[in-house]
Each structure stands twice: as structure tokens, then as C-alpha cells.
């Protein structure tokens, strides 16, 4: 049996102290339970010391971003290998934000999907349509075309692990999550594509489909009620100590 998931992605809102200051607190008040992974997605520069201060929790640790090779002269960038060294096992993957700002195409994500899996880090391939993309009537086709093309011609190993994190980008951080039901219609969706290219049990066994923007704890309950909803990748409801660990309370209450 798979176990739901909760990611927090703080992106660039921490600094190192605030990381630190966060995890001090949050080792301190969160339970770990049977049906619940927790994972946080520091910065780069808060990987090493976040690392040290999970060490022995039940708390997973995860990057942001990875590069595509694992080493040689590609100045800036970091390498995957770098990653699971300092005790990642989860990796985000093409985030909207990326996609947007830093112009990362499908071909990228589909790189740094295959590098994450070579070194056994997760990798969280992130996905979802614009506004504009919904208004054409697009958005399945959309995510389903991102999802292809980030697993085209992948197989996974016995130990890989996938996730795929369906994020409408014209939600994120508006603080109006779509409704639950069109999250759930999505997953499925994806979820088909999942299975049309990996056999059916290695989907059921290891990939999961999380749903990502505007998730907070007055929600999340919501959420976890439908069947094809494994998890969650949250950011705003992920800064505070307090307010992540009671969202993550919220969801394990769902069967
Ligand atoms: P918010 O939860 O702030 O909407 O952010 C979602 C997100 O982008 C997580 O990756």
C-alpha cells in the first residue's frame, strides 16, 4: 500500500535561519504515522544543515530543481548526485514557476526526470495549465501532453519511485484551490497516461499523483477524499511550523 504524501515546497521564502528555525520547531510537534510520508523542499544552500537537523526524524528531504548531468563544467548548476549525497530522496521537477521564469521546455524536465531517477531520487514532475490554456478548453490536453512527454521511452527499476504533481498554475498562490472534483477528474486523467505507458501495477505501486496549489488545512480534508489524490505539494500553508503540521494532521485524519 502506498502512503499519501505531503511536500512542502518553500521555494525562495525561507533563508537558511528561517529554515532552520522552522525545522527546530517542527521536529518538535510533528507525528509520524503509518499512512502519511512528510517531506521539505528547502533551498539549495539549506539542504546541508536542513539534512543534518532531519537526521534520525521521520521527515523526508527533497530539492527544488537538479540539473540534467551529473557532473562537469556547467557552472551554477547542481547535480542530482549532489542531491542524494547530501540525503535527498525527493527532487522537484519542472515547477510552473521554472517553466515560466526560467523558460525550462518538456525536453528539460524530461532530462532532469531520467537524471533524478539514475541517482534513486523521486522525482516530483510538476504540471498543469494556464489560465489562458483553460479558457481554450485545453487543460487536459495540456497536462496530459506534459505528462507524455516527461516519461516518453522511461522505464522504472524496481526501486523507482515517480510522482506526478498536478499543479493548475492559475491557482497557484491565489489562495483558491480548484474544486476537488475537477483535481480528482485530472488525476485521473493523468493517471491513464501513467498507465498507457507503465504497466498498470507499477502505477499502482509506485507512482503517485498529488495535487498542488492553494492547499491549506481547511481543505486538504477535501482533497484526500478522492480516490486518485495521493498527496499534496503545498507552499504558501508550508512556511509556519504550526500551520504545515496541523494541515498534515488534517489529511491523516482522512481513511
Ligand atoms: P501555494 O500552495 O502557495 O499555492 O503553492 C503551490 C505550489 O506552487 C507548490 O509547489
Not at 161 to 185: D, F, N, R
Not at 190 to 219: C, M, W
Request: charged share 25%; hydrophobic share 40%; glycine share 6%.
Amino acid at each position: 500500500m502506498k502512503k499519501k504524501i505531503i511536500i512542502a515546497n518553500w521555494k525562495m521564502k525561507l533563508m537558511s535561519a528561517e529554515s532552520a528555525g522552522f525545522v527546530e520547531e517542527f521536529v518538535k510537534i510533528y507525528k509520524s504515522n503509518k499512512k502519511m510520508e512528510a517531506v521539505l523542499c528547502p533551498t539549495f544552500i539549506s539542504l546541508q544543515s536542513v539534512a543534518a537537523q532531519l537526521k534520525d526524524k521521520e521527515i523526508f528531504l527533497g530539492a527544488q530543481d537538479c540539473f540534467w548531468e551529473e557532473d562537469g563544467a556547467f557552472t551554477g548548476e547542481v547535480s542530482p548526485k549532489n542531491l542524494k549525497e547530501l540525503g535527498c530522496r525527493f527532487v522537484i521537477i519542472g515547477h510552473s514557476e521554472r517553466r515560466s521564469h526560467l523558460l525550462e521546455t518538456d525536453e528539460v524536465v524530461h532530462n532532469k526526470v531520467k537524471a533524478a531517477l539514475r541517482q534513486g531520487l523521486v522525482p516530483i514532475i510538476c504540471v498543469g495549465e494556464t489560465f489562458e490554456e483553460r479558457q481554450e478548453g485545453a487543460k487536459d490536453f495540456v497536462v496530459m501532453n506534459q505528462v507524455t512527454k516527461a516519461i516518453e521511452g522511461l522505464e522504472l527499476d524496481a526501486e523507482d519511485q515517480l510522482i506526478v504533481a498536478y499543479e493548475p498554475v492559475w491557482v497557484i498562490g491565489s489562495g483558491q484551490a480548484v474544486a476537488p472534483e475537477e483535481a480528482e477528474h485530472t488525476h485521473q486523467v493523468i493517471r491513464q497516461v501513467l498507465i498507457d505507458h507503465f504497466e498498470p501495477a507499477t502505477v499502482k505501486e509506485r507512482v503517485r499523483i498529488i495535487y498542488g496549489g492553494s492547499v491549506d488545512s481547511s481543505n486538504i480534508k477535501d482533497f484526500f477524499a478522492f480516490q486518485n489524490i495521493d498527496g499534496a505539494l503545498v507552499g504558501g500553508a508550508s512556511l509556519e511550523p504550526e500551520t504545515f503540521n496541523n494541515l498534515i494532521q488534517q489529511a491523516s485524519q482522512v481513511n
